[in-house]
């Protein structure tokens, strides 16, 4: 069992920067590899990023790419830079056993989100 909390989340302006954690627990949790997502109102939830279990492998959305990062230690993390309005959303980090996948279904855990805002 993975247990996933998001924070990090506000509201920016375009052109800003935030940095999303994803606190861990579990004694399994370095095995797992793990995404970030995300769902804007009246959206399908979508891949943003996701990071292999050793932290060697990384995956981006074309959208996101060269303006987002993700790294882990203990934890996860989402550094989002150059931020646009089209970039707002609840953001979900996930774990799952299929290293860097860009599928939901791949994902077995999941946190409860956190709201990124940015504004024109």
């Known amino acids: 069992q993975v247990h996933l909390v998001e924070s990090g989340g506000g509201l920016v302006q375009a052109g800003g920067s935030l940095r999303l954690s994803c606190a861990a627990s579990?004694?399994?949790?370095?095995?797992?590899?793990m995404g970030w997502f995300r769902q804007a109102p009246g959206k399908e939830r979508e891949f943003v990023a996701a990071?292999?279990?050793?932290?060697g492998r990384t995956t981006y959305a074309d959208s996101v790419k060269g303006r987002f990062t993700i790294s882990r230690d203990n934890a996860v993390y989402l550094q989002m830079n150059s931020l646009k309005p089209e970039d707002t959303a609840v953001y979900y980090c996930?774990?799952?056993?299929?290293?860097?996948?860009?599928?939901?279904?791949?994902?077995?855990?999941w946190g409860q989100g956190t709201q990124v805002t940015v504004s024109s």
């Open positions: 996930a774990a799952g056993s299929i290293t860097t996948s860009t599928n939901r279904a791949a994902y077995s855990y």
């Open positions: 579990g004694r399994t949790f370095s095995t797992y590899a």
């Open positions: 990071i292999s279990s050793s932290g």
